[in-house]
């Protein structure tokens, strides 16, 4: 299995901190961001897609050809236009079932491994702070109905937690629908999952990383 995980961005809401290091290399609890992530990818992933772009040659110089054991393929997003864009980016690289996270996020391996269990999955989690995310809606059968980037009026408090389980066939969906200079992913997960039903999982450990603020909090739920 692959996994592609999204890694190019300037991290501007994490400054000071990202104006020399990229945020998937700043430390949180001593380890890189990228190093949690990568700890918690399952048994079952061989090759990690690492897309790169702002800071990239110090991720390059981290990360290396292989990292945690698996095979590393780097793809550069030279212009920053958004998560739809740098997905559309590993196209030709994708075969069959793959994850797809961010790099600056923290996961219980448990909830990785547990989405990975459905042929397509979403993990989600509740927030005080629905604006900060994509929130979802679920179906009556528990699959993603609605997928709603950063909405001024939340129609839930469900936020997707940014780990995904999809197939190539998401490519039959280009990204298209431009905001604020970006293509984002929740528009093409949303038509996807109109024909191939994506399971929504909720999980129990999700420390998202967005301001400087936010590391010493995950410093104190990582020391339990």
Not at 107 to 127: E, N, P, Q, V
Not at 161 to 190: A, C, M
Request: hydrophobic share 40%.
């Amino acid at each position: 299995m692959q996994c592609v995980i999204l890694a190019a961005g300037k991290g501007t809401r994490l400054r000071p901190l990202t104006e020399h290091t990229p945020k998937p290399l700043v430390k949180v609890a001593g380890k890189a961001l990228l190093d949690h992530v990568a700890e918690a990818l399952p048994s079952a992933v061989e090759e990690i897609i690492l897309v790169i772009g702002y800071l990239g040659e110090q991720i390059r110089a981290h990360c290396g050809d292989t990292y945690f054991g698996r095979t590393v393929t780097y793809v550069e997003q030279v212009e920053q236009k958004g998560t739809g864009h740098a997905l559309w980016l590993c196209k030709d690289l994708i075969k069959g079932r793959f994850l797809y996270m961010f790099a600056d996020d923290i996961h219980g391996k448990a909830d990785i491994t547990r989405a990975c269990s459905y042929t397509r999955s979403m993990l989600t989690l509740t927030t005080e702070t629905p604006e900060r995310f994509g929130i979802v809606l679920r179906n009556p059968d528990g699959t993603l109905g609605e997928f709603v980037e950063k909405p001024v009026h939340a129609p839930s408090n469900l936020a997707s937690t940014g780990v995904f389980v999809l197939d190539q066939k998401i490519f039959d969906y280009k990204p298209e629908i431009e905001t604020n200079g970006e293509y984002y992913h929740t528009n093409i997960i949303k038509e996807y999952a109109k024909q191939y039903p994506i399971a929504v999982v909720e999980q129990t450990l999700w420390i998202p990383i967005g301001y400087p603020e936010d590391i010493e909090k995950a410093e104190r739920l990582l020391a339990g």
